[in-house]
């Protein structure tokens, strides 16, 4: 039966049933995604991070000849030694401001009088009411306990991940002694699919990585120009926030705004530090990096926000890092399926029948 009256069966007589039975897995499907997603999240992204990866460990492989396991160890090594930059950065920027902490405190404490004031002339009773009182008595070590027991958590997950990753690299057949430095010049699986979701993830995390890169670059200048408290810490968070589609640069672009208006008495400082970055990601996320991208994905901007909600709703922020590419994937392996071209050309946003 050919691809158009496959998809024609489909939507004809049986498709009342096929709807739902489709309703019915995903449903299920969902749920087993969001009960496994301690072993799910951290097996996805160590696929991701091989995807990363590979590239450099063949850089070592091809260009400097360095044997496999020689490469693989360096490649590790480099990336450690990153994040290990990283957090030696991020945990010293965090220590200066925690260190001024009472002076946010009181800064914030003025500004709870001022409102409260504000508030009293306008005759809202505010006798019951003492903010300062209240901003005082927030419970802010707990906050930072709290982020202790996620940081906890996010290494656990990281040394999931380095198992995964160590399986996915040296998990070859034991009986092909040439890897893929020999069976293709990029490292690329045989199959076909293989082939196809090899090039578009790679290319998405390589454009994402380049222009995540930049943005948190030029982010960082602009807030060590202005001199702005936790500068590195706004623009690693810009780095990592960039690969949420859509919502992810907004929040890194108001993100620096509660510090602004505690730092600065100039409110011409505060929208400086806001409209400049905020700035510099428009210009990279809506015109550079889709020029960059081209249509590789492919997906309507309506099935991105939707996949966005649903990897959220499963997995949580990790979801939403990984929507775009998850769906990605998806998309490809449906194309491949009988009748799956009429769903991967809804989710492109065309309404014409595939050929």
């Known amino acids: 039966m050919s691809e158009k009256k496959v998809g024609q069966y489909w939507l004809a007589g049986n498709g009342v049933t096929n709807f739902a039975s489709s309703i019915v897995a995903c449903v299920a499907l969902?749920?087993?995604?969001?009960?496994?997603?301690?072993?799910?999240?951290?097996?996805?992204?160590?696929?991701?991070?091989?995807f990363i990866l590979s590239p450099i460990r063949l850089f070592f492989m091809k260009k400097l000849k360095f044997p496999r396991s020689l490469a693989l160890v360096t490649t590790f090594l480099v990336v450690f030694l990153i994040l290990f930059g990283v957090f030696l950065i991020m945990s010293s920027a965090i220590q200066q401001f925690v260190s001024g902490y009472s002076v946010y405190q009181a800064k914030v404490v003025y500004f709870a009088d001022q409102i409260q004031d504000f508030l009293s002339s306008f005759g809202v009773p505010m006798e019951d009411i003492k903010l300062s009182e209240l901003v005082k008595n927030l419970p802010?070590?707990?906050?930072?306990?709290?982020?202790?027991?996620?940081?906890?958590?996010l290494i656990s997950t990281t040394g999931l991940v380095f198992i995964f990753l160590l399986f996915l690299?040296?998990?070859?057949?034991?009986?092909?002694?040439?890897?893929?430095?020999?069976?293709?010049?990029?490292?690329?699986?045989?199959?076909?699919?293989?082939k196809e979701i090899n090039s578009q993830i790679s290319k998405y995390l390589s454009v994402k990585l380049f222009a995540s890169t930049i943005t948190a670059a030029i982010v960082f200048v602009i807030l060590s120009f202005?001199?702005?408290?936790?500068?590195?810490?706004?623009?690693?968070?810009?780095?990592?926030?960039?690969?949420?589609?859509?919502?992810?640069?907004?929040?890194?672009?108001?993100?620096p705004l509660p510090v602004a208006l505690l730092q600065?008495?100039?409110?011409?400082?505060?929208?400086?530090?806001?409209?400049?970055?905020?700035?510099?990601?428009?210009?990279?996320?809506?015109?550079?990096e889709?020029?960059?991208?081209?249509?590789?994905?492919?997906?309507?901007?309506?099935?991105v926000l939707?996949?966005?909600?649903?990897?959220?709703?499963?997995w949580g922020i990790v979801g939403a890092f990984l929507a775009v590419p998850i769906t990605a994937v998806l998309k490809i392996v449906l194309n491949k399926i009988e009748g799956g071209k009429y769903i991967t050309a809804w989710m492109s946003g065309s309404m014409e029948e595939p050929v």
């Open 30 to 50: 969902a749920f087993a995604l969001h009960y496994t997603r301690g072993i799910m999240i951290p097996f996805v992204l160590s696929l991701f991070a091989y």
């Open 140 to 153: 802010v070590m707990q906050l930072f306990r709290g982020a202790g027991a996620w940081a906890l958590s």
């Open 169 to 194: 690299f040296t998990g070859s057949p034991a009986n092909k002694e040439q890897d893929e430095v020999n069976n293709s010049e990029t490292g690329e699986p045989v199959s076909e699919v293989g």
């Open 226 to 255: 202005f001199r702005l408290d936790l500068a590195f810490v706004f623009a690693f968070l810009t780095f990592v926030l960039n690969f949420i589609p859509t919502v992810g640069s907004l929040i890194a672009t108001v993100l």
């Open 264 to 288: 600065y008495e100039s409110s011409l400082m505060v929208a400086l530090v806001i409209i400049i970055p905020g700035a510099v990601q428009f210009f990279i996320g809506s015109i550079m």
């Open 290 to 303: 889709p020029k960059m991208m081209g249509r590789s994905l492919n997906l309507h901007p309506i099935t």
């Open 306 to 314: 939707l996949s966005l909600m649903f990897w959220s709703l499963i």
